[in-house]
Nanobody, 116 residues
């Protein structure tokens, strides 16, 4: 059973930085695509960033390009989301997702609040 546990959320002022982590367990993650999504109050869940477990290939949502960086540490089975130049509109619950062969696994999320 795949388990994903997010951490690193919190309250930060606009312009600040946070690094989220997603600890993955339950199986080997070769051939998985790992992603970050976010959901603001009253809004749909939106794509933020994704990376292949191999590390080859990353993708970002338009609103975070140039500010956020996704990476993974194979030895720690952990995916990171480095968030810089945070804006109030980045406030949301951030979720980690693992996908393979059309099957999605989600973490429970971590709250990021950016104050103006």
């Amino acid at each position: 059973q795949v388990q994903l546990v997010e951490a690193g959320g919190g309250l930060v002022q606009a312009g600040g930085s946070l690094r989220l982590s997603c600890a993955a367990s339950g199986r080997t993650f070769d051939n998985y695509v790992m992603g970050w999504f976010r959901q603001a109050p009253g809004k749909e869940r939106d794509f933020v960033a994704a990376i292949r477990w191999s590390g080859i290939g990353t993708k970002y949502g338009d609103s975070v390009k140039g500010r956020f960086t996704i990476s993974r540490d194979i030895a720690k089975n952990t995916v990171y989301l480095q968030m810089n130049s945070l804006k109030p509109e980045d406030t949301a619950v951030y979720y980690c997702k693992a996908r393979r062969f059309g099957l999605d696994y989600w973490g429970k999320g971590t709250l990021v609040t950016v104050s103006s």
